[in-house]
């Protein structure tokens, strides 16, 4: 994937800031902020009867401000730095859902709820991580046992009959 910087990076901000794809692909320079190592998210891309719309998202719970890790703050500078002639409000990733070989570039975080939460009380506290913490959603999904942390930090009782 390294080949094709953009898409690296794309997978990058996907997967360590908890986007969704439209949110990524509605980034520009002004949503970051280097000094802090934050990116606002507060608009959406879409594809709408063939032109390009950016819009505000669909809930005011979309509009957020991430703390992006340290050496992804690094490589997202480093992208913008080399893109030609680009401006404080263009679009850095202006990608299509799919690759030319039809792969995708997502996460699709139902698939880790489905293989990792038993109830619907861990179901919350994994969503309760991509919104607030993505970074340590990313860190426990990866490096952790997040069966182990939801087990801890979650308590399912049936009500009684």
Not at 32 to 49: A, H
Not at 122 to 131: A, C, V
């Amino acid at each position: 994937m390294m080949d094709s910087p953009i898409h690296y990076y794309a997978f990058e901000m996907l997967y360590w800031c908890g986007l969704r794809i439209g949110e990524l692909f509605a980034l520009t320079p002004d949503d970051f902020n280097f000094d802090t190592g934050t990116v606002t998210i507060g608009k959406s891309y879409q594809r709408i009867k063939g032109e390009d719309v950016i819009t505000c998202p669909k809930t005011k719970k979309s509009n957020r401000v991430i703390q992006m890790p340290q050496f992804l703050t690094d490589e997202i500078q480093d992208y913008i730095k080399q893109l030609y002639s680009v401006e404080h409000d263009s679009r850095l990733f202006p990608l299509g859902v799919k690759y030319t070989d039809g792969s995708m570039i997502s996460i699709y975080c139902p698939a880790v709820e489905d293989e990792v939460a038993e109830n619907m009380h861990q179901r919350s506290e994994l969503d309760r991580l991509i919104y607030n913490d993505p970074v340590a959603y990313a860190e426990l999904i990866l490096n952790g046992a997040p069966e182990t942390y939801l087990k801890s930090v979650t308590e399912y009782k049936p009500l009684d009959s």
